[in-house]
């Protein structure tokens, strides 16, 4: 089955705790992207990359790092996390832009 | 920068009531227009797209949407809605040439009475 995956799907830390939600995509999509989710700002993009080691930011890329090493890999690292980055995180993949993009089930992060 | 505006945050209509929710965009060339649904809990599923063509765009569900350029607009339609059809409905514009990354607005929370 076609699909965007992320682990974990919930995750409760504190503040400074280093942390990575990974994201995997079996489409063999060049373009994956990280979006969080807040309260009436619908979603916004954090980085994005357009394919094997390119990777650019987003509209809030502050306080989150990324890598893709692997195409179907496009992990989110949180080195010191913040009670401002609670959110509703999701994953999303494609092919060329522009298209359609899917969009993992997402992960429901809380810092303390 | 282009930019998305859903003006209602919550939308309540009778099952079987025709329905529009609206969505203007601001992008300074021809965007590149998607309607998104999320059911609570759940991530986003793709309703309907519009790159180019025929200004009026059909979906899945039953949805259709129709682009028009001089109100800088692209409201989503569905003449009966199902209760079934409660969820939180996003319109995103995408950019050309921009890491396709889409833009979306604020969301509209879409409740159906019985």
């Known amino acids: 089955e076609a699909q965007v995956t992320q682990n974990p799907r919930y995750l409760i830390t504190v503040t400074g705790k280093k942390l990575t939600v990974t994201c995997s995509q079996n489409?063999?999509?060049?373009?994956m992207s990280w979006y969080r989710q807040d309260p009436g700002l619908g979603l916004r993009q954090i980085y994005y990359?357009?394919?094997?080691?390119?990777?650019d930011k987003g509209d809030v890329p502050e306080g989150y790092k990324v890598s893709r090493k692997e195409k179907r890999n496009f992990p989110l690292i949180l080195e010191s996390p913040s009670p401002n980055q609670t959110s509703l995180y999701f994953c999303?993949?494609?092919?060329?832009?522009?298209?359609?993009?899917?969009f993992g089930p997402g992960t429901r992060l809380t810092v303390l | 920068a282009q930019s998305v505006t859903q003006p209602d945050i919550h939308i309540t209509v009778s099952e079987g009531a025709s329905l529009e929710l609206r969505c203007n965009y601001s992008?300074?060339?021809?965007?590149?227009l998607f309607w998104y649904v999320q059911s609570p809990g759940q991530g986003l599923q793709l309703l309907l797209k519009?790159?180019?063509?025929?200004?009026l765009v059909q979906g899945i569900k039953g949805f259709e949407a129709e682009f028009k350029r001089s109100q800088s607009s692209f409201n989503l339609r569905k003449p009966s809605v199902h209760w079934s059809d409660a969820a939180e409905y996003f319109c995103?514009?995408?950019?050309?040439?921009?890491?396709?990354?889409?833009?979306f607005g604020g969301g509209t929370r879409l409740m159906v009475k019985p």
């Open positions: 995103a514009v995408g950019a050309n040439n921009a890491g396709n990354m889409l833009t």
């Open positions: 990359s357009m394919n094997v080691e390119v990777t």
């Open positions: 519009y790159f180019s063509g025929d200004t």
């Open positions: 992008y300074g060339a021809t965007p590149y």
């Open positions: 489409m063999n999509h060049e373009y």
């Open positions: 999303a993949s494609s092919f060329a832009d522009p298209n359609e993009q899917f």
